[in-house]
Protein backbone atom coordinates (compact mmCIF):
# COMPACT_ATOMS: atom_id res chain seq x y z
CA UNK A 1 0.00 0.00 0.00
CA UNK A 2 2.75 2.23 0.85
CA UNK A 3 4.60 1.82 -2.75
CA UNK A 4 1.27 2.86 -4.30
CA UNK A 5 1.16 5.96 -2.17
CA UNK A 6 4.67 6.89 -3.22
CA UNK A 7 4.19 5.83 -6.80
CA UNK A 8 0.93 8.57 -6.62
CA UNK A 9 3.05 11.27 -5.12
CA UNK A 10 5.87 11.13 -7.77
CA UNK A 11 3.64 10.81 -10.19
CA UNK A 12 1.38 14.03 -9.09
CA UNK A 13 4.87 15.83 -8.74
CA UNK A 14 6.48 14.97 -11.81
CA UNK A 15 3.20 14.88 -13.98
CA UNK A 16 3.41 18.78 -14.55
CA UNK A 17 6.55 19.13 -15.88
CA UNK A 18 6.45 16.34 -18.62
CA UNK A 19 3.06 17.61 -19.86
CA UNK A 20 4.48 19.84 -22.42
CA UNK A 21 3.63 19.12 -25.68
CA UNK A 22 6.34 16.63 -27.61
CA UNK A 23 5.57 19.17 -31.13
CA UNK A 24 7.03 22.24 -29.32
CA UNK A 25 10.49 22.03 -28.31
CA UNK A 26 11.43 23.37 -24.97
CA UNK A 27 12.42 26.83 -25.32
CA UNK A 28 16.12 27.50 -24.64
CA UNK A 29 17.25 28.83 -21.06
CA UNK A 30 18.46 32.35 -22.64
CA UNK A 31 15.18 32.68 -23.92
CA UNK A 32 13.16 31.79 -20.49
CA UNK A 33 11.54 35.58 -19.68
CA UNK A 34 13.46 36.60 -15.87
CA UNK A 35 10.76 36.76 -13.02
CA UNK A 36 10.41 40.43 -11.41
CA UNK A 37 12.85 40.59 -7.89
CA UNK A 38 10.72 38.45 -5.16
CA UNK A 39 11.02 39.95 -2.11
CA UNK A 40 12.56 39.04 1.07
CA UNK A 41 9.07 37.63 2.29
CA UNK A 42 9.06 35.02 -0.98
CA UNK A 43 12.69 34.22 -0.90
CA UNK A 44 12.03 33.04 2.48
CA UNK A 45 9.04 31.10 1.55
CA UNK A 46 11.15 29.32 -1.30
CA UNK A 47 13.82 28.19 1.34
CA UNK A 48 11.23 27.04 4.06
CA UNK A 49 9.32 25.09 0.75
CA UNK A 50 12.99 23.96 -0.31
CA UNK A 51 13.85 22.16 3.23
CA UNK A 52 10.25 20.76 2.78
CA UNK A 53 11.09 19.22 -0.36
CA UNK A 54 14.21 18.00 0.71
CA UNK A 55 12.94 16.58 3.82
CA UNK A 56 10.59 14.82 1.81
CA UNK A 57 13.04 13.85 -0.67
CA UNK A 58 15.17 12.12 2.15
CA UNK A 59 11.92 10.13 3.88
CA UNK A 60 11.59 8.26 0.39
CA UNK A 61 15.19 7.89 -0.36
CA UNK A 62 15.14 5.92 2.75
CA UNK A 63 11.97 3.90 1.83
CA UNK A 64 13.14 2.57 -1.62
CA UNK A 65 15.44 0.38 -0.03
CA UNK A 66 12.54 -1.85 1.36
CA UNK A 67 11.09 -2.05 -1.78
CA UNK A 68 11.25 -5.46 -3.34
CA UNK A 69 11.19 -4.45 -7.07
CA UNK A 70 14.68 -3.64 -8.53
CA UNK A 71 13.09 -1.94 -11.18
CA UNK A 72 11.08 0.31 -8.92
CA UNK A 73 14.03 0.66 -6.98
CA UNK A 74 16.10 2.80 -9.86
CA UNK A 75 12.90 4.88 -11.06
CA UNK A 76 12.27 5.97 -7.61
CA UNK A 77 16.14 6.28 -7.21
CA UNK A 78 16.31 7.98 -10.49
CA UNK A 79 13.40 10.57 -9.10
CA UNK A 80 14.91 10.94 -6.01
CA UNK A 81 18.32 12.19 -7.73
CA UNK A 82 16.50 14.58 -10.10
CA UNK A 83 15.29 16.14 -7.03
CA UNK A 84 18.16 16.63 -5.61
CA UNK A 85 20.08 18.25 -8.76
CA UNK A 86 16.81 20.47 -8.64
CA UNK A 87 16.99 21.51 -4.96
CA UNK A 88 20.48 22.39 -5.28
CA UNK A 89 19.94 24.58 -8.46
CA UNK A 90 17.11 26.25 -6.75
CA UNK A 91 19.20 26.80 -3.33
CA UNK A 92 22.01 28.24 -5.33
CA UNK A 93 19.55 30.68 -7.37
CA UNK A 94 17.95 31.90 -4.12
CA UNK A 95 21.63 32.40 -2.58
CA UNK A 96 22.66 34.41 -5.85
CA UNK A 97 19.83 36.73 -5.44
CA UNK A 98 20.54 37.12 -2.01
CA UNK A 99 24.10 37.67 -2.87
CA UNK A 100 23.09 40.51 -5.54
CA UNK A 101 20.70 42.30 -3.19
CA UNK A 102 23.22 42.58 -0.24
CA UNK A 103 25.57 44.59 -2.52
CA UNK A 104 23.04 46.82 -4.20
CA UNK A 105 22.81 50.05 -3.07
CA UNK A 106 19.85 50.84 -0.52
CA UNK A 107 18.14 53.42 -3.02
CA UNK A 108 18.24 50.46 -5.71
CA UNK A 109 16.35 48.07 -3.64
CA UNK A 110 13.29 49.88 -1.98
CA UNK A 111 12.86 53.27 -4.15
CA UNK A 112 10.10 55.88 -2.40
CA UNK A 113 6.96 55.08 -3.25
CA UNK A 114 4.85 58.09 -4.73
CA UNK A 115 1.91 59.28 -2.80
CA UNK A 116 -1.12 60.60 -4.53
CA UNK A 117 -0.37 64.34 -3.45
CA UNK A 118 3.19 64.50 -4.97
CA UNK A 119 3.40 66.67 -7.90
Known amino acids: ?6 ILLLWALLAPATAQNPAEPAAPAAQVPQA ?6 ALTQMRDDL ?5 LNLNMSSEIEFLRDQNLQIL ?7 W ?9 QIDREEQRR ?11 AKRPDDR
Open 84 to 92: TVLIRDLRR
Open 36 to 41: APASDD
Open 102 to 112: ATRPPAEQHPP
Open 76 to 82: LRTNSQM
Open 51 to 55: NRLES
Open 1 to 6: MKIVGL
